[in-house]
């Protein structure tokens, strides 16, 4: 059963285990948005992510009840890390089914904690269908990542400390996935100050659980697609959706421009590295998703950072072409010597920097004569642009921007 009870007695459980993770006030968002803004950082958690509260309670539960054979989970990030980090402390045997597509460092996070990894299915659900049938077959214990009532209550121990170190908050915004997370610390939340908001924000490229919430029956989604993949989960659960129901008092969606200007914006202001789904809630903040009176206190949660590196480079370089930091030119030019050299004295004048160039005489699409430079520049802003564009210009320079 989940309610406080079952939530208090999982924070016994991992008293030693999980990080009491800084819940830290953040000036710039708070100066910026007109709210009192606290940031509870679950990506500072021991395997990077919330996940594991939940995983450790539910393992912890099995072997008080003397089940000792083994766990099997599905899952392609911090869901399998956390069973697997769990398994590990209690010494028994984990088996985690991953998509064929899992990225190897997130296979190599697994086995380091000594789990076993199966890969199998092209997405999630073909994994979790899977590992289903694999764990009757072994019979070996399902630890699901959020329709489960003991991982429910493992998560709502994040709100505890919310709570605990500022009782006075307003409004606690919360991501929202297969709803484990919200589920858990709205009971928790409701629980002990019922005046405080309960306010989820889940991907437009999921939202399985925002439409569900809105008609108040689980439903699915063809398709999904987003860069918070620790929240893209097709189909709504009806166990989670009945306690978000009871539970939350709103649920927002944001896009994938907002979540990836939040990631940015948090390492760049804030310091702090989140995934996409740990993002989501500062890019409700700051897009004008919350409605909620001026100065309000609010508490986000960052549910983890377990980001691939390679999703966060192609997100710094969009993010700094769309601040006006990067330009991206192509470059039409007489194919003679000193064409080059002028165009590059035209940008020394104008201060922008070049950080990378590229020259091709070869193109079909050019005229005999022609070449054409691909230029990446370092500029200071919109007004510095401009002046890009206009010296080009006046000096006969054909070009177009890249996006």
């Known amino acids: 059963m989940l309610d406080l009870k079952s939530i208090e007695k ?4 991992l008293q030693g285990v999980a990080h009491r993770t800084p819940f830290s006030y953040a000036p710039i968002l708070s ?7 606290y940031l509870k950082k679950e990506n500072l958690q021991r395997t990077g992510a919330f996940k594991l509260r939940g995983a450790f309670n539910k ?25 697997a980090f769990s398994a590990k402390h209690f010494g028994i045997e984990a088996s985690i089914v991953m998509p064929d597509s899992t990225p190897l460092t997130k296979i190599l996070g697994v086995k380091e904690f000594g789990a076993n990894v199966i890969l199998h299915g092209a997405n999630y659900d073909e994994a979790y269908a899977y590992a289903m049938n694999y764990a009757k077959e072994h019979q070996k214990d399902f630890v699901h990542p959020f329709t489960d009532d003991e991982v429910m209550s493992g998560q709502g121990t994040v709100a505890l400390e919310m709570i605990e170190d500022r009782d006075d908050l307003d409004a606690i915004v919360v991501p929202v996935g297969g709803g484990g997370l919200i589920a858990g610390m709205g009971v928790a939340i409701n629980a002990l100050n019922s005046n405080i908001q309960v306010i989820g924000v889940a991907a437009e490229g999921a939202p399985a659980m925002k439409n569900s919430f809105e008609t108040k029956v689980a439903e699915g989604s063809e398709s999904v697609r987003t860069i918070a993949d620790g929240i893209a989960v097709r189909d709504a659960s009806p166990i989670t959706l009945e306690h978000i129901i009871k539970e939350v008092d709103s649920l927002e969606l944001v896009c994938e ?19 996409g789904a740990g993002a989501v809630g500062v890019a409700a903040l700051i897009h004008g998703k919350l409605d909620l009176p001026k100065g309000s ?12 590196v390679t999703m966060l480079s192609l997100i710094i370089e969009k993010g700094l072409v769309k601040s006006s930091r990067k330009m991206k030119l192509s470059v039409v030019m007489i194919d003679k010597p000193g064409s080059l050299m002028h165009f590059t004295e035209l940008l020394t004048t104008v201060g922008a920097n070049i950080v990378q160039i590229g020259y091709d005489r070869t193109s079909i699409n050019l005229e005999f004569g022609d070449a054409v430079v691909s230029v990446d520049l370092e500029t200071k802003g919109v007004e510095h642009q401009e002046e890009v564009r206009t010296i080009l210009t006046k000096h006969g320079f054909g070009f177009k921007e890249l996006h």
């Open 10 to 13: 999982a924070q016994q459980r």
């Open 31 to 37: 100066e910026m948005s007109g709210y009192e803004v």
């Open 59 to 83: 393992i912890a539960t099995l072997v008080e009840n003397n089940q000792k054979g083994g766990v099997v989970a599905a899952s392609a990030g911090n869901h399998a890390q956390g069973v």
């Open 257 to 275: 421009d907002e979540i990836a200007a939040a990631i940015l914006f948090l390492l760049e202001k804030q310091k702090v590295l989140v995934e």
């Open 297 to 308: 206190k609010i508490g986000i949660v960052l549910s983890g950072g377990n980001i691939d």
